[in-house]
């Protein structure tokens, strides 16, 4: 069975390679061609006003929302749209403003506002058609009116070659009028209309899927926010037109699927509008991935991956190998050389202990203060047993800074097909570790280490590494700077929900939604019979992925007022967020006991100890010393649920945050 979702056949629509590269793991192809910013109070404006909005009303319980709508349908219509906006500016807007919207520009404060607007107006036309259709006295249930928002679908279609086709989507919003016997789509799109044929092809999609469901005939409309042209609607006659074309789209996005699963280079159909192409991230590679766009077109494969190695000789690597043998010979440890590999920031020996002359593992790494000083180091080895042999990490004379670009480059070979992974550093040996928080093993992370140690920066390389492997549909982040200094470039990310926190109290307000959030999925799990996320995203329209990262969350535990609530919050998450696709990320400079709570400890499973002050603090956060040796600026132990290794975090460069900033659907 070949499967898609309605956002992949939206993608080939606007380029059968954009959808090809997707398919490979290219995040990048989201975001090509579309115009305006699609910046993240789209996102703000869905979740946290829209959404809501019609899922209280959809429920049909008794809850303030419905009971105002119940009351504006049995009032006169000319009241209707104005006492509507008011209320979704009273209950909605100014609320989720106080409380997410402190990192608002102007320029998104005014589209925020220009969105509200035009989807009031559209529901306040929607809902006097209702009551005008009903007549006088006639009563109008609003739940009778809304379906629940964001319902997953999916429908199977058989190919001419008798496979079946699965499409899953997700709408926006769903109303019903029941007068015209019609369905209405509403999809909201945080950018400009653009190319109106892709969002009139998805729209046409879902208004597929709920016709299988419902039966009945589907009508819709496109809310965008940015843009002159705001809104655009669809009869139920155009949409069916539309629909009737549909086999021989689901025909040419099976094609595109089933090419790209064979070993021979496929040719792809460049895209419709060869406009797209000069704004296309791809462009210089396309010819040569897809064939050529165009006869004659010189093609153009791109720069190929080359894995370069960080082991062998090197000159400084063989002086301190000598040096090394010579002084444990004067310490009287018998051991054998195991030769070396040199990495960015330090080079690792292999040493063996002879057992049978009474060299041991435990004598070895006593002696680390006395060869800091017999090799002229700033700061004493760290010394680890190893398979087979026992490391001795010196670092280099003049150390190689390591980029965000470099790892990704380095780690494409290995990057796990998840919207919630990112690259933690590079091994000695050149390869790159990744976290992969869709994992049981690291689904949430704990982060120690002193000032300067690196830790900021490891948080701001995991945030832009999320962002750049995933799509803010997939990915929806929450940052925490109680510094106030860490994550002031990334405010603009497309993947953010909401403003970068900085005070206790929202903070935990954050926690304790998704807290809420998280209850809420399970409740759609059992329903599906789905485990996780996962599953639950593979048999319907996926549901993103939450991650908070906190820098210094120490600073939370300082208040006395929150402390019980944080732990609380984050023992919830911890224990039953990875299921929920819930992920906490927590750092200190300050990892003692008093902060790293136990409690907190133990619902996170990967712990990573960058530079610290004692081996105490390091037992604090590993259960065992050793990240004291460290270098600092991004030298790493990993360890809790994974074996300890050390790993060189990268550094985040402009291009990578620019990159990032772009990343949009």
């Known amino acids: 069975m070949l499967k898609a979702s309605v956002s992949e056949i939206h993608l080939w629509r606007r380029c059968p390679r954009l959808l090809a590269y997707h398919l490979r793991g290219w995040k990048e192809a989201w975001k090509a061609g579309l115009p305006g910013s699609a910046s993240w109070p789209g996102s703000f404006f869905h979740d946290r006003l829209a959404a809501p909005f019609h899922r209280s009303v ?13 009351k504006l ?9 104005e006492g509507l906006a008011r209320f979704v500016e009273e209950r909605f807007f100014v609320p989720a403003l106080k409380k ?35 007549g006088p006295g006639g009563p109008v249930n609003p739940e009778d009116l809304f379906h629940d928002p964001e319902a997953p679908l999916a429908w199977d279609f058989r190919l001419e070659n008798g496979e079946t086709f699965r499409v899953a989507g997700r709408y926006d919003a769903l109303l019903l009028d029941r007068a015209a016997g019609e369905a209405v789509v509403l999809e909201f799109k945080g950018r400009a209309a653009g190319e109106t044929e892709e969002d009139f092809l998805q729209l046409a999609l879902y208004g597929r899927l709920v016709g299988e469901r419902t039966g009945v005939a589907v009508r819709g409309a496109v809310i965008y926010l940015e843009g002159d042209r705001r809104q655009t609607e669809y009869s139920s006659e155009e949409m069916a037109r539309a629909m009737e074309d549909l086999p021989r789209v689901f025909e040419e996005v099976a094609r595109v699927m089933e090419v790209m699963g064979k070993d021979e280079v496929p040719v792809l159909p460049p895209p419709r509008d060869s406009a ?45 190998q000598r040096a090394l043998m010579n002084a444990l010979r004067a310490l009287k440890l018998p051991v054998e050389p195991g030769g070396y590999i040199s990495g960015p920031r330090f080079i690792r020996f292999k040493v063996r202990p002879l057992l049978e002359k009474g060299a041991t593992v435990r004598k070895l790494a006593s002696q680390s203060e006395n060869l800091q000083v017999a090799l002229e180091l700033a700061a004493a080895p760290l010394i680890q047993p190893q398979a087979g042999y026992v490391s001795v990490d010196v670092p280099r004379r003049v150390q190689t800074p390591l980029t965000l670009g470099e790892v990704w480059r380095r780690g494409r070979i290995n990057r796990p097909d998840s919207p919630v992974a990112f690259p933690l550093g590079m091994a000695i040996d050149g390869s790159i570790v990744w976290a992969d928080l869709s994992d049981p093993t690291m689904t949430s992370v704990l982060v120690g280490g002193t000032s300067g140690s690196g830790k900021s920066v490891f948080l701001r390389s995991a945030a832009v590494s999320l962002a750049l492997h995933a799509s803010p549909r997939d990915l929806r982040l929450t940052l925490v700077d109680p510094k106030r200094v860490s994550f002031n470039d990334l405010a603009s990310l497309p993947h953010l929900d909401g403003p970068v926190l900085m005070d206790a109290e929202p903070a935990l307000e954050r926690l304790e939604d998704l807290a809420e959030e998280m209850e809420y999925r399970y409740r759609l799990f059992e329903k599906r019979g789905a485990p996780d996320i996962l599953a639950y995203n593979v048999r319907g329209s996926p549901l993103s992925h939450q991650v908070v990262i906190i820098d210094e969350y120490g600073d939370l535990m300082v208040d006395k007022a929150v402390k019980e609530e944080t732990e609380r919050a984050v023992q919830r998450l911890g224990q039953k967020g990875r299921a929920a696709g819930v992920h906490l990320v927590l750092a200190t400079q300050r990892p003692d006991s008093k902060v790293v709570t136990p409690l907190i400890k133990a619902n996170l499973q990967l712990k990573i100890a960058l530079k610290v002050t004692t081996a105490t603090n390091s037992s604090v956060i590993l259960d065992q010393t050793g990240a004291e040796y460290l270098v600092g600026c991004g030298d790493m132990l990993v360890g809790g649920s994974v074996p300890v290794q050390r790993l060189q975090g990268p550094l985040v460069t402009r291009t990578d945050i620019e990159e990032a900033l772009n990343s949009r659907i």
């Open 58 to 70: 959809a429920s049909g319980a008794d809850s303030v929302v419905r009971r105002t709508v119940a």
């Open 73 to 81: 349908l049995a009032g006169p219509e000319k009241e209707i749209e």
């Open 100 to 134: 997410r919207g402190k990192g608002f520009t102007t320029a998104q404060m005014i589209q925020l506002a220009e969105g509200v607007k035009d989807w009031i107006g559209y529901l306040g036309r929607f809902l006097i058609r209702a009551k005008g259709v009903a």
């Open 276 to 320: 797209l192409c000069p704004r296309c991230p791809f462009d210089g590679r396309c010819d040569g991935d897809w064939g050529l766009r165009e006869p004659g077109r010189a093609a153009s494969a791109g720069p190929p991956f080359r894995a370069e190695p960080v082991s062998g000789d090197d000159a400084e690597a063989e002086e301190k």
